[in-house]
């Protein structure tokens, strides 16, 4: 975000209250009914949990609701369960079982009703085969796929099997799928031919093929490919006792597949973000916990109503496509909206003619997409009907007042509540937004806590801050659908979360919490950055860049941007001999898309002789950030180890 928004953000003072006519019908329609309920989540948890569970499936009941030995926490102990039994089994015996779970939508038009019986017969077909394919419980599976429908149900087969799946985003590279699969130790992976992309095919089983080809992905014996294109559109090599397609594998299964029943704590899936070190980290959730915290959400969030046709715009690579396309949704009977492509493809128009098309009545999307559309003109969305939207929600970073504001005239109409959702992969579910019917939000801020959280704006010491003023964000509590610890690696985990601020989870975010109690958060405050909503670890980039033959040293700052909140900047020491020069840059570029995935490629690359080091090593990035955002130099400059080092970058920007 900009620094002029974040400005405005801090002075914002607007409040829009619940339309009555929203309250009147909502789940939750008062204030103090939310404050009650939240109440009860806090000092009686056993009997909240209990009440708000009892539409979810469990085949033994919990006898401990909780334990947090800091810090690891477990939930809902001794309960055994299967999650697609909640999300599937339980809506064939009522009116749901023949309503839209998915209805998809291709980037070339065509469209593709699953009802909850299809989407549930489609998941056994996937799990028996699956198991006849040797997956068993615990096992790891990767899905590298696009947004089709079958991407839910690969997922869903996994759990039906207690076999752990690991969604790697369509959008990475070779190596870093790779990487997924050798750190989680993958046994097969499920891909699909190829996926539409702003008309171009995106060739996914291509790339399978390149990171299975090198040996550290060597753990994926085999391949499962679905057809989503064809022949004509997208050619693929099938490696010989390796891989399989799809509709092969499925015509010698059977639609029945006993779920398999697992303790509560047993791990549902991985799923890997950035850090602040190179190598991301395989955030871990697990069956019940993970569950109860989409469900719940999702429904009193997006106060969800039998006839709602939901959308989340996200990818189901992320973990919003995780909670809130497959298992919070679906765990509710919702009908969701499923889209393959860009949002602007093949204009800007696209994003209104699906609500209109499919009188979508819920949007869920983020702010770098909301202030994309607005810079496109108000001209777009008015050629749509969008009167059949009732709320609008925000994800994945600060929303600055004036997108706010277009969003809900020109999206809402001025008629449909904005809730402004802030959480983490790491969190699994919603922590901190306004309950649509019940409190008035502020826009760009996220509002209050969600049912059994307790965030709170602490300094270093772990010392709650004033009321208006700035601090670190924490979590006191554990709350279900926490992450339990980074796969594979328990000690980055501890030091990850537990070691900057003691007794509680810290989130890596900076924010004030003002005189209502309203959260504000402005943004990460370690080496993560939020560019157009993809967060992506400075450390990772720079790995990248120094693998790169030419590259001594490299340093990834981020950019104040109006379009993609943050822009990623570089700066790279050259090896001796090599030239600086545009042609390199644009290589440099490129090696980075090539090794992570193109939505990292650096916006700006800049050469410099020696990059700005403490005495002790480290490199300044505060300074480079200054340098990079064309700000003065803020702050203390006494550590940096040769001054002249930043005397060059500021002559190399004024030339
Ligand atoms: C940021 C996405 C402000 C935040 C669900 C967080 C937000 C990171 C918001 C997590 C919001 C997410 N307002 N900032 N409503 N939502 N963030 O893991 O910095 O991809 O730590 O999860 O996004 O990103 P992640």
Known sequence: MSQDAITSLLKETRRFEPPAEFSRRARVGAQATYEALYRESIEQPDAFWRRETSDLVFRTPWTTISDWSLPHAKWFLGATLNVTESCLDRHLTTATKNKAAIIWEGEHGATRTLTYAQL????????????????????????????????????????????????????????????????SQ?????????????????PLKATVDKALAQPEAKSATRVVVYQHLGKERCEVQMTEGRDVFWHDLLAGAAPACEPTVVDAEHPLFILYTSGSTGKPKGVLHTTAGYLVGAHVTTKYVFDLRDDDVYWCTADVGWVTGHSYIVYGPLSNGATCLMYEGAPNFPDWGRFWRLIEKHGVTILYTAPTAIRAFMRQGDEWPAKSDLSSLRLLGSVGEPINPEAWIWYHRTIGGGRCPIVDTWWQTETGSIMMTTLPGASFSKPGSTGLPMFGVVPEVVTKDGKPVAAGEGGLLVLKQAWPSMLRTVWGDDDRFRKQYFSDVEGCYFTGDGARRDEDGYFWVVGRIDDVLNVAGHRIGTAEIESALVSHPSVAEAAAVGRPDDLKGQALVVFVSLRPGVKAGPELQAKLAEHVAKEIGKFARPDAIRFADALPKTRSGKIMRRLLKDVAAG??????????????????????EEE
């Open 631 to 652: 700000r003065e130099l803020t702050g203390d400059t006494s550590t940096l180890e040769d001054l002249t080092v930043m005397a060059k970058l500021r002559q190399q």
């Open 186 to 202: 993958a046994k097969l992976v499920i891909t699909q031919d190829g996926a539409y992309r702003r008309g171009q095919v995106v």
């Open 120 to 183: 549930h017969r489609e998941t056994l077909l996937l799990a028996d085969a699956l198991k006849r394919l040797g997956i068993e419980k615990g096992d790891r599976v990767a899905i590298y796929m696009g947004m089709v429908p079958e991407v839910a149900v690969a997922m869903l087969a996994c759990a039906r099997l207690g076999a752990v799946h690991t969604v790697v985003f369509g959008g990475f590279a070779a190596d870093a799928l790779r990487d997924r699969i050798h750190d």
